[in-house]
Nanobody, 122 residues
């Protein structure tokens, strides 16, 4: 089993920044992929970003490209999501996910964190 714990969410004004962190513990998958997803009220969960084990490959949703940056520190089993130029439409619960495939499909991620709320005020 793998446990994922997110941190760093909160309330920020439009144009501001937040940095989310997700730390994995337990029996992590070999060379695991880390992803970030989000779910706004009344909407389906959507892909935000993903990063390979080496960190050499990343993928972003079009809606966050150029504003969000995903990174990881494997020595700390931690992935990060730096969110800049935040917009009210970024308001959602953000989830980190742990899996074996570099994909945007949520059902390919095996383990999930509990989520952290990000609220962007206008």
């Amino acid at each position: 089993q793998v446990q994922l714990v997110e941190s760093g969410g909160g309330l920020v004004q439009a144009g501001g920044s937040l940095r989310l962190a997700c730390t994995a513990s337990g029996r992590t998958l070999s060379n695991y992929i880390m992803g970030w997803f989000r779910q706004a009220p009344g909407k389906e969960r959507e892909f935000v970003a993903a990063i390979t084990w080496s960190g050499r490959s990343t993928n972003y949703a079009d809606s966050v490209k150029g504003r969000f940056t995903i990174s990881r520190d494997n020595a700390k089993n931690t992935a990060y999501l730096q969110m800049n130029s935040l917009k009210p439409e970024d308001t959602a619960v953000y989830y980190c996910a742990h899996g074996s495939f570099f994909t945007i499909a949520a059902n390919n991620y095996r383990y999930w964190g509990q989520g952290t709320q990000v609220t962007v005020s206008s």
